[in-house]
């Protein structure tokens, strides 16, 4: 099932201008090449991008000589937020930007002549590239220089730990941890304060693609290698001369599963067979990985096929892991073109978003987590030209990076275009696992999907009863009770429309207890207070009172009888009776005999509501006794008998209450 939607671009000199389905477009332009890279959502929406110029460029109204790069934060509207220029002794660039959940941001790039960031240097040295973590403000925290030519990629997590991979060829030293390979790929990970928690390379004969990193700090690499290597005692077999390895390591960095994936190439086809990619991890430790292939690619016993009619086309895969690196599923994408590309993976509302190239145009399709292909986007117009930079932010919206190319002009423009909301279709076998709760009279259903079906089938199951259930144009579905009953429900749902009927969705196991919740009912001053969970209703004298549904705490204006009638969300109800007399003065005693006869023995202020505080003099005025959170638990202590005299406080009462009290023993 496919639904396509291509996305038109209309052209003035070679640039798009005017687009009908996008919310807007930043273009960022010079005399001469100017390349957008990259681009990371931050907290609030705010939207981060780097581009690299070797002339000058204009970001917004603000312009600046190259050859250099820019740092740029825009708002969701496209209003700029800020722009910082890094300035270059040389031909260097910035190549990555994430940003973390407290709203920093991090970038790499290269230092092979110096760098300066934000009015700091980064000194410079032959074959050395660096990653930097700078405030939402753009304001540099730290760096670390890394002596290696390039870093092909970096991801941070919410907490701010990064992860990068790279390629080395020789020896260096990361944060006491040494590496040494003729040609391989290396990963390491960063606090978040830029110290090195630990660092390792892949074989002695490998290249690098993609890293990921989840919020546990667990941490994925991808690339290529041609020579067998272990990891921690696993161990990948290279089985021709592009062999894919996917790893995942713990927090700590040892491996937990290392897998190997068999690649057929064209006889004819470039040594840099692999060499683009991109992983997302889930947070239940699964992986979703993409890439290219030509002839053939074995993921376990999910063997994908390419493109029959052209050896040198390559074709996209799509691949999902399980927590112990088992292949959950793998699908294809077969391309006849050549130049095709997986950048950037997202996982937002139980959809696997994959951004790239397809050869001509850049696209974004979507999967279902189960491996199905939901939709696509085609941006037409980017006829050859490269979108590297993919996100989405807490209201949906798409957001695409990247460069023009007018040929004409012998130019390239880095742009930013917020796509907003797609609108995409729903195939029958994109619903997803439901949500049970009570509801009235029964169990509330409800599911989520990209968008609606048209007729969900619901199976809904207790003990030995099944109920079939079918609901027309809405994820939601009531199911009366037999069913009043507590204990363990399953339920699944699987959606249908024009294009058929899909699969069931995994059974969703939830425990239903139909008991209502613990009702409190508290009389203060002249109020009464209910607190539970459940919903309940405020009846006087036999009739609704006047106060809304679910109001905690009421100011009754007349004596009576005050019922709150309770009921939870499976129907269940009870009423309770609170008599109400509006307070007094309560009493307050002026005599205590503390002689063990149980009579008189304590200096009694149960009648009062609220937090009372009690103060005790004798007759010259000194304080014999406090407490500011009195419980009638005073019997004179060892005072000797005789009149003394107490003041009282309580926020039921606007004045200190006094009197006399006297103490017989």
Known sequence: MKFLVLIKLFMLGGLPVALAQYAWLRQFSGNGYVVGTNLSIGNNDAIYTIGNFNNDVSVFEHSFSGPGSYIVKVTKHGDLSWVHPVIYNGNDALSQI????????????????????????????????????????????????IPVQNIIEIDVNQQGDLVLIGRLAGSITLGGNSLSCSSCSFGAALTTNGTFRWAKTFGNQSMPISTTIDDDGNTYFNGTFWADFSLDGKSAVATGQYTLFYARMDNLGTCSWLTSVKQTESPESSPNLVQDGAMKADGNGNLFAGGHYFMSAEFGNHVLHGSTTNEHASSLYIVKFDVHGNVDWAVPRVNHSTGNSIDNIVIKNNTVFVAGQDGLHVFIYAYSMTGDFIHEIVLSQFRGDIAGGFGIDAEDSLYVSGRITDYSANKTTAFILKLGIPAIPLPANTVYAPLVQCATAGIEITTTAIEHAEVYQWEIRYGDKTVMIETPGTALVFMPGAYGIDGEYQVRVRGKNANGTGSFSPYQTVRMDFALSELQIEKQCNKIVAKTSDSFTWYFNGAPASYPEGQTEISPREEGEYVIKQKNACGQSESNIVNYVKAGAPFIPNIITPDGDDFNEFFDLSGFDGNTSVFIYDRWGSQVFQSRAYTSDWNGDKLSSGVYFYLVKNPCFDKPMTGPLTIIR
């Open 98 to 145: 994430r940003s973390d959940g407290a709203g920093n941001i991090y970038i790499t790039g290269t230092c092979n002549q110096g760098v300066t960031l934000g009015g700091q240097s980064i000194p410079g040295a032959q074959n050395t590239s660096y990653v930097a973590k700078l405030t939402g403000d753009g304001q540099l925290q730290w760096y670390q220089r």
